[in-house]
């Protein structure tokens, strides 16, 4: 099979001849691992996307204090400053561009090619799926959230307070940035996306971050609207979510989600399989980092993966394989868990 029907029959429920592999070739990974993960994963080589060798970050002088550990500052494009730590692991905001629920209305998005593409602009969007979907799947993230972008806008608590006060202000707020949303939404699929994916965090450890009361009043209403035009094109819809959000699985589906990404240990993985075969969701399956990845050894990366394999049955359709290498895993847990989605 090619990786396209690979990718088209596994999400469509049938028997693929081996389990769809999803690469996501982190910076991280390459800066930690150099030519070693370039040449690991032009060895074996995903079905999402063609691989090309990615250079190795070289970080400046300037990202380390003078105890050589890495601390940056950096604004990002919605004007929210992030401290880092460690370099690839996600930063903590601070100095929040909206201070008060009266600044709501004045804020000004950013600007982004999606959202303006007509014309000649348009047609190179066109012209790239075009020659994409010649061997792939084109599965184009869209960039809508709300939790991740916007409360980074105004601090997570003030967010969440103003999220349950239901205010006009927030309201208002939410409506726009759906609107922005739209628009980016709206040019990939005049463009020719096959697919789009959303990505918020709605869950914890062990629970929702939100109740889902909450969720379906001032949330799911605007994912509809989102999503609505997706469906109408006929086109997948897939999301991502950290934390254990099993109680809006139903929402997602009725909302027209046909794929998840799901943060694995947040599940039991016997509860999840049956959970996405009661909703019809097609699975990304990202193994443990948080502890397997990270601490575990090698032959512990590759007892994860073969009990995942036998619950999950890639092969058979509706799930496939998701890769990152993320920061601090050693190479040979990397090498193990790409050898050994690779040899089902």
Known sequence: MTSKERVRFMLAGKSTDRPAVQYYYSPVGFYEHGEKLNDLYELYPGDFEKFTRKPIPVLPKEDFDENGR??????????VTYEYRVYGMMGHAMGFPIKSISEFKDYKFPSSPNYTYDGDALQNLRN???????????????????????????????????????????????????????????????????????????????DLIISKDLFRHALKPRFKRLMDPIREAGLHIHFHSCGRIIELFDDLYDLGVNSIWPQMPAYDMRELHDACKEYDFSIALHPDRAMTMTHGTPDEVRELIGNINEVFKPKDGGAWFYIEADTGFPFENIKALVESVNNF
Request: some cysteine.
């Open 70 to 79: 890495y601390h940056v500052f950096r604004d990002n494009e919605w004007g």
């Open 128 to 206: 790239h799926f075009e020659n994409f979907k010649k061997e792939y799947f084109a599965l184009s993230g869209c960039g809508a959230s709300y939790l991740e972008n916007v409360s980074p806008l105004r601090g997570f608590d003030n967010f969440m307070m103003d999220l349950y006060d239901d205010s006009p202000e927030v309201n208002i707020f939410l409506d726009r940035i759906t609107d922005y949303y739209l628009k980016n939404i709206t040019a990939l699929i005049k463009a020719g996306a096959e697919g789009i994916a959303f990505g918020d965090d709605f869950g914890t450890q062990y």
